[in-house]
């Protein structure tokens, strides 16, 4: 009897992902075109086994396509936190999956801005770790568009410059976060950390001066 309580049990901590699978067949894409569009069918935990999520870009009708890592755990007291990340260094995107292993789940990785914005529309992560400088949509542009469609996710860029004049642009466009590249190990998760309780948080760091020479 016990072994099957917990057999039981286990079906249902993964309901919601069922659920969430059977909810995206179902999308009509003739009838909702200014919806976010998606389909997945697994949740694969390593890149390499991604799924492919399409998704349209909200105001026209592209389709973007970016990788889904999962859905994460079931929300609950203890539930990871949910992160989508958006780098096209991969390098520093394994670097964060190795920070933020402890705390977050990464349930999808992009590379450009209008990709985010689209992972972040489709799969309402908890968070948006993204660099400022990528191709396509910059992730300054790319923060203005969430704030517009009124997402519920925060913001925390994670960026190589070392400016307080990206920092001002960084929390107009929404953020509540800026940790710099140079202090990805120790500012990333207490960045995360305080943006989930609604908190700002920005690396400490000394402004480069410029040097014509």
């Known amino acids: 009897m016990l072994r099957r309580a917990q057999f039981l049990a286990g079906l249902e901590l993964f309901r919601p992902i069922r659920d969430l ?37 909200p105001g026209n009708n592209e389709t973007v396509n970016m990788f889904a890592t999962g859905f994460g755990e079931a929300k609950g007291p203890m539930a990871k936190i949910q992160i ?9 995107a394994a670097k964060v999956r190795r920070t ?8 999808a990785a ?10 972040v529309l489709a799969l309402d ?7 400022i400088s990528m191709p396509v949509l910059d992730g300054l542009q790319a923060a203005r568009d969430l704030q517009k469609a009124k997402c519920r996710a925060r913001i925390v860029f994670l960026t190589i410059h070392e400016d307080h004049d990206y920092v001002d642009a960084a929390l107009s466009a929404g ?12 500012d990333l998760v207490p960045a ?8 700002t948080f920005v690396s400490k760091f000394t402004p480069r001066k410029y040097n014509p020479s």
């Open 192 to 199: 995360i950390l305080e943006a989930m309780q609604g908190h």
């Open 21 to 57: 699978a059977t909810h995206c067949r179902k999308i009509d894409k003739t009838s909702c075109p200014n919806h976010l569009q998606r389909a997945a069918s697994t949740a694969p935990r390593s890149l390499s086994q991604a799924t492919v999520v399409n998704a349209r870009y």
């Open 84 to 92: 989508v990340l958006a780098d096209d260094h991969p390098a520093v």
């Open 175 to 186: 953020a509540c976060g800026y940790v710099t590249k140079a202090r990805l190990s120790t």
């Open 125 to 131: 992560p908890d968070i948006l770790v993204m660099d």
């Open 110 to 119: 992009v590379e450009d801005g209008k990709q985010a914005v689209a992972a």
């Open 100 to 107: 933020v292993t402890a705390d977050c789940d990464v349930i």
